[in-house]
């Protein structure tokens, strides 16, 4: 499976058209290309590089859908949910006949400046996968370019720096590979985050039926055999400074002290053009693939307490990230209120939860506005969770200490429906 096969035939699926460019500009000109055509797939060469890169693949929820063959969100959400619980096992095959060793530096990859406010040119569809002992552990971390040996990446606290630190407790730097060019099942698994143990490459192996890996050189680190490109190296004990950056919020995450990646050997797959994914921060691409594989996640612990759920959508005024909107059948008295604390538990990053009737489009925010307006009561239907872990890209949070709340914009359950059914035109 070549992954830039499968971005045209997921585009010719989704019905998106498909633009060469030739030679594109290292800064700026990327952003202002998908940001203005976002029903358009970009294919270009990136100036100064070997490389070919894409955007604007996935802007979309008919994108999704054209990637999994699928019509509706549920056919998604399944997919995804067999896949976490039931991931493939992998074949481990000969590194040699997929990849050969480039004489490159950080210099030869695709670093783009996407904003005059970002800290330096970045990588943002850099994926690292890390091994301790038999655990591994694949995910996204925006890398900095700082020199041609040396590229400080953004690491939170999570699987990553958990196995991370395991190494440099025993005082030694952490051995990682990281990918680019990985095909579009690769990266939505990587962004998943499935309980530790769970290989997202298992995952990714069980939504797409590729399951060839390959082990690198040096630290023998499992990678997918159809990625692009793959650099061996280190995550150094010592710290640089990285950002500021453009955060899925649009807003500026700023300057910290992380960990620096030090490659160690270059290799590109012998039967493809290198290939980059030029993710634009805070645009659509940002959004659907940080934020949709959490839907399913959130769907399967609200159906649990509430099985009357319609549709989950983080929502794109939130940043794909911080507001989520549910639509449910109510069967009982309370049971809003259970769904959006079990939205919360699956998606601990929410900060505001909007639970609605079936009767409204979650995709309009006009009708949640509706609702609110129609149906809540500020007394009794908002609940406010005070001083809770979220997401540290909330800026109104303190490390990721904040408040979220949830907003019961339903029917209360014991009053007549005609008291607050919308008029449909017809």
């Not at 060793?101 to 990859?109: A, G, I």
């Not at 995910?139 to 395991?166: C, D, G, N, W």
């Amino acid at each position: 499976m070549n992954p830039l096969q499968l971005i045209r035939e997921t585009a010719r699926k989704a019905g998106k058209p498909v633009e060469e460019l030739g030679k594109v500009e290292r800064d700026y000109a990327i952003t202002r290309l998908a940001s203005s055509n976002r029903g358009k797939l970009f294919l270009f060469e990136l100036e100064g590089t070997e490389f070919t890169g894409y955007t604007n693949l996935v802007t979309a929820r008919k994108d999704v859908y054209a990637l999994f063959e699928a019509t509706t969100d549920l056919e998604v959400y399944s997919r995804v949910i067999k896949a976490l619980e039931n991931p493939a096992p992998l074949d481990t095959v000969e590194f040699d006949d997929y990849f050969e060793r480039r004489d490159y530096t950080l210099d030869s990859l695709p670093f783009v400046k996407y904003y005059r406010d970002d800290g330096s040119r970045y990588l943002t569809s850099s994926i690292y996968i890390i091994c301790y002992e038999r655990t591994c552990n694949a995910s996204y971390h925006r890398t900095m370019y700082k020199s041609p040996a040396e590229a400080p990446i953004r690491v939170v606290p999570r699987q990553l720096h958990f196995l991370m630190k395991k190494y440099h407790d025993r005082g030694v730097d952490a051995p990682v590979a990281m990918v680019l060019g990985a095909d579009p099942y690769f990266e939505l698994a990587a962004a998943m985050t499935p309980p530790l143990g769970v290989f997202e490459a298992s995952v990714a192996a069980a939504m797409s039926g590729y399951n060839k890996v390959v082990k690198t050189p040096l630290y023998k680190i499992p990678v997918p055999a159809n990625a692009s490109v793959v650099v061996e190296g280190v995550l150094s004990r010592e710290l640089a400074e990285e950002g500021p950056f453009t955060d899925i919020l649009m807003l500026l995450d700023g300057k910290r002290l992380q960990p620096v990646f030090k490659p160690a050997g270059f290799y590109v797959n012998k039967h493809q053009t290198p290939l980059f994914h030029a993710i634009i921060p805070g645009l659509w691409e940002h959004q659907f693939l940080m934020g949709f594989p959490r839907e399913p996640l959130i769907y399967e612990e609200v159906r649990k307490v509430a099985p009357g759920v319609v549709k989950v959508r983080l929502t794109e005024g939130g940043g794909g990230w911080l507001h989520v909107a549910i639509s449910l059948k109510q069967n009982s008295p309370g049971e809003a209120k259970l769904a959006g604390l079990a939205a919360i538990s699956a998606h601990p990053s929410v900060k505001h939860v909007f639970i609605v009737d079936e009767d409204i489009d979650v995709d309009n925010p006009l009708e949640i506005e509706w609702a609110l307006a129609t149906r809540l009561k500020g007394s009794e239907d908002i609940i406010i969770l005070k001083n809770i872990k979220g997401s540290t890209l909330e800026p109104r949070s303190r490390e990721g200490v904040g408040d979220k709340i949830i907003f019961l914009a339903v029917k209360p359950f014991n009053e007549p429906w005609d008291k607050y059914r919308r008029v449909v035109v017809e």
